[in-house]
């Protein structure tokens, strides 16, 4: 059997990407567990760690600006202007 990496937020091994068969895992900064930064971890946790990194970078909560982004898209859509 082969040994994978752990994830060090989520605590699950580490699958190998199915297209490079990279199995070393995507650089954990910002996040922290516990108060540890994060150094490797998961496809699936490096959504939090991009996610994190563009907050930091905007200033903005990324939840906040996806919903003003969606609003906009829907407002041009059907032809209105809420502002």
């Known amino acids: 059997m082969k040994a994978y990496l752990t994830c060090d937020?989520?605590?699950q091994d580490i699958q190998p990407d199915p297209i490079t068969g990279w199995a070393g895992g995507n650089n954990g900064w910002p996040l922290e567990k516990s108060g540890a930064a994060c150094e490797t971890v998961c496809n699936v946790c490096n959504d939090l760690v991009i996610m994190e990194r563009l907050r930091r970078a905007t200033g903005e909560d990324m939840m906040d600006a996806i919903k003003?982004?969606?609003?906009?898209?829907?407002?041009?859509r059907y032809?209105?202007?809420d502002d």
Do not use: I, L
């Open 9 to 11: 937020y989520c605590n």
């Open 68 to 76: 003003d982004s969606v609003q906009g898209v829907d407002g041009a």
């Open 79 to 81: 032809g209105r202007d």
